[in-house]
Every structure is written in structure tokens, then in C-alpha cells.
Nanobody, 122 residues
Framework: QVHLVESGGGLVQPGGSLTLSCVASGSSVSFSRYRMAWFRQVPGKGREFVAAINWIYSTYYSDSVKGRFTISRDDVKNTVSLEMNNLKTEDTAEYYC??????????????WGQGTQVTVSS
């Protein structure tokens, strides 16, 4: 069982920055093997992929955040972070951390956090 807890959300003005963090815990965590990702969701819409990082630190981004967001991981602290710069109002969403504990390149994410709200508004 893996427990994911996000933090760092909040209210920020357009053009501002925020950094989200997600800590993984549990009795059987092998964090360094996991593919980790961030998704986001707004009310009434499906969950949208934002960014992912695999066990060899390869990173992937949606076109909407490429060049503005940076995903990183700390395998000692079992943490994945999302640095968000030049935020836009359309980045407003609930942000979720996800883990693919099978360590696949394209398989499903089997653990999810509870989410942290990011609101971009003037």
C-alpha cells in the first residue's frame, strides 16, 4: 500500500509561481522504481495529464505546460515536485499526484493522492 500526500497549492496571481510536492509513504514503498506523475482536474471535466518522471529521470509534459512547469523527484525523500512558473488562469485546477508502482512506461497509475487546489486569479 502506498499513500500519497500533496501539498503546496494555493492562490497565486497570473504570472506567479508555485511549487507542489507529493510525499509517498507506506510499508512497501520502493519509490525509486516508480513512475510518478501530476494530473489536474477542473469541475465538470476529465482528469488531465500534466507531467511525469520515470525511474531514470526522463520527463514528459503536456503541451499546455511545457516550458513553464518542471517535474523533479528526490528518491531519498520519496518526493516528487512540480515547479510551476508563469501561471495562467487556465492552470486553475485540483492537482493530483499519481504513482505507477509497477514501473511501466505507459501502464496505469495505481495510486493517487487526494489533491491540492491551485487557483490562479488576480
Amino acid at each position: 500500500q502506498v499513500h500519497l500526500v500533496e501539498s503546496g497549492g494555493g492562490l497565486v496571481q497570473p504570472g506567479g509561481s508555485l511549487t507542489l510536492s507529493c510525499v509517498a509513504s507506506g510499508s512497501s514503498v520502493s519509490f525509486s522504481r516508480y513512475r510518478m506523475a501530476w494530473f489536474r482536474q477542473v469541475p465538470g471535466k476529465g482528469r488531465e495529464f500534466v507531467a511525469a518522471i520515470n525511474w531514470i529521470y526522463s520527463t514528459y509534459y503536456s503541451d499546455s505546460v511545457k516550458g513553464r512547469f518542471t517535474i523533479s523527484r528526490d528518491d531519498v525523500k520519496n518526493t516528487v515536485s512540480l515547479e510551476m512558473n508563469n501561471l495562467k488562469t487556465e492552470d486553475t485546477a485540483e492537482y493530483y499526484c499519481a504513482a505507477d508502482t509497477a514501473g511501466t512506461s505507459s501502464g496505469p497509475y495505481d495510486y493517487w493522492g487526494q489533491g491540492t487546489q491551485v487557483t490562479v486569479s488576480s
